[in-house]
């Protein structure tokens, strides 16, 4: 089992920062990859990072390439994802996942549905 628990989530104006962190418990974390989705109203989940176990080895959504980061703290048991030039169209809740299967210099994938684990989501919203 592992638990996943977001924070940092919030208000901010069109053109600001965030840094969302997902804070992992119950399985070695250095050892699975991770994740991050977002879900806006009405659309589905969508893919927005992914890091290997290591974080050598990271992809991106097109739609966050040059604005997001994503990056982990093995040390820690936590993943971030800082969000800067946010538009209103990054508005969503966000959750991060982790993904046991991959091996580790592979960077997890693009579909919700290779993940086992979830965590509750913080919502974002970007105003104009």
């Known amino acids: 089992q592992v638990q996943l628990v977001e924070s940092g989530g919030g208000l901010v104006q069109a053109g600001g920062s965030l840094r969302l962190s997902c804070a992992a418990s119950?399985?070695?974390?250095?050892?699975?990859?991770m994740g991050w989705f977002r879900q806006a109203p009405g659309k589905e989940r969508e893919f927005v990072a992914a890091?290997?176990?290591?974080?050598?080895?990271?992809r991106y959504a097109d739609s966050v390439k040059g604005r997001f980061t994503i990056s982990r703290d093995n040390a820690k048991n936590t993943v971030y994802l800082q969000m800067n030039s946010l538009k209103p169209e990054d508005t969503a809740v966000y959750y991060c996942a982790a993904d046991l299967k991959v091996l580790s210099t592979v960077v997890p994938g693009i579909f919700a549905r290779t993940y086992d684990y979830w965590g509750q989501g913080t919502q974002v919203t970007v105003s104009s």
């Open positions: 119950g399985r070695t974390f250095s050892r699975y990859g």
């Open positions: 890091i290997s176990w290591s974080g050598g080895n990271i």
